[in-house]
Every structure is written in structure tokens, then in C-alpha cells.
């Protein structure tokens, strides 16, 4: 089984479908979040939501190591 990165992908919604905004080789049943952003006048909170996105995926990634209790320091 192929292990997928953890990625933000544009879409859209069409009135019947989600559609993405890019091509992106995604395997049939993958496991996916839908977040919806709201559209009217706040550029800046849609630009915020998608940096933020992007900085968790690559902070929860798949290469992110496993923590032990040895790890954490009080």
C-alpha cells in the first residue's frame, strides 16, 4: 500500500460535485478532510486558513517521528 503525504489541495464545489482547482494523482478511496472557506470579502481570513493548512500538514506529517514519555520534559 502506498503511504499518501499529508497535502492542501484548491477545490471547488460545482453545484453537484467536488472539483479540484489542479491535477493530483489521488488514489481511489483515499481518506480525505473537506474544510469549507467562506468566500465574501475576507481575503485575508481565506489567505490565513490556507497558510495555516499548509504549516499542519507539514507538522503532522507522515515523516513526523513518534514521541516517547522519555521525550517530554516537564
Known amino acids: 500500500m502506498r503511504v499518501m503525504p499529508t497535502v492542501t489541495l484548491k477545490a471547488h464545489y460545482d453545484g453537484e460535485r467536488?472539483?479540484?482547482d489542479e491535477?493530483?494523482?489521488l488514489p481511489r478511496n483515499a481518506l480525505?478532510?473537506?474544510?469549507l472557506v467562506?468566500?465574501?470579502g475576507n481575503g485575508d481570513r481565506v489567505a490565513w486558513l490556507a497558510a495555516s493548512s499548509a504549516a499542519l500538514a507539514r507538522a503532522f506529517g507522515d515523516?513526523?517521528?513518534e514521541y516517547t514519555q522519555a521525550d517530554i520534559r516537564r
Do not use: A, G, K, R
Open 32 to 35: 480525505l478532510l473537506v474544510t
Open 63 to 65: 515523516d513526523e517521528p
Open 23 to 25: 491535477p493530483f494523482d
Open 18 to 20: 467536488i472539483q479540484l
Open 38 to 40: 467562506p468566500q465574501e
